[in-house]
């Protein structure tokens, strides 16, 4: 069994940390405006723990992208799609060829659904041209098809435009 991995960004080293294990800190909102800071977390590193921004920390899902990198809950992923059609020869019932019937890709946020395990959600399904086709959620990450193209925390843009 595999140890868990986590990252979150640290303000203070304006880096990304990596650790095995991560708590929520229980500031008062008085504390928070009189720091200027937003909800935290501290992640326990092999060093020594880091405070980091709750809303960046995300947990390794055990799987790389088709470019060997490994992808985090929090993840923005780009996934190619191709539905096609098998053409049979109505004599032989041999394969005879495949007919594409539509393609393009999907972009959406990785997050743990109980039910179904790390799926894309926030998704958005985009033809070969780039245009939205629809909006989903819970769409399968297939990672030999997907790439980590970002990450909520440093670029909600790719997802929000």
């Known amino acids: 069994m595999r140890e868990p991995k986590f990252r979150g960004f640290s303000i203070e080293t ?3 940390h990596y650790g095995h ?6 500031y008062t909102e008085e504390y928070k405006q009189e720091k200027g800071i937003t909800d935290n977390a501290i992640l326990y590193t092999d060093g020594s723990p880091v405070e980091c921004e709750l809303k960046s920390m995300g947990q390794f899902i055990g799987r790389l992208d088709q470019n060997g990198k490994e992808i985090f809950a929090g993840d923005i992923m ?4 191709e539905i096609s059609r098998d053409i049979i020869d109505p004599v032989s019932l041999g394969f005879v060829d495949r007919e594409i019937e539509e393609s393009g890709y999907f972009i959406g946020v990785v997050n743990y659904r ?3 395990g790390f799926v894309l959600n926030k998704c958005k399904k985009f033809n070969e041209d780039g245009e939205i086709i629809s909006q989903l959620s819970g769409v399968k990450i297939y990672p030999k098809y997907a790439t980590v193209i970002g990450n909520i925390y ?3 843009e790719l997802i929000n435009s």
């Open 14 to 16: 304006n880096s990304w």
């Open 78 to 81: 780009r996934r190619e799609f």
């Open 154 to 156: 440093e670029n909600p």
């Open 21 to 26: 294990g991560w708590f929520k800190c229980d």
């Open 114 to 116: 109980p039910s179904e």
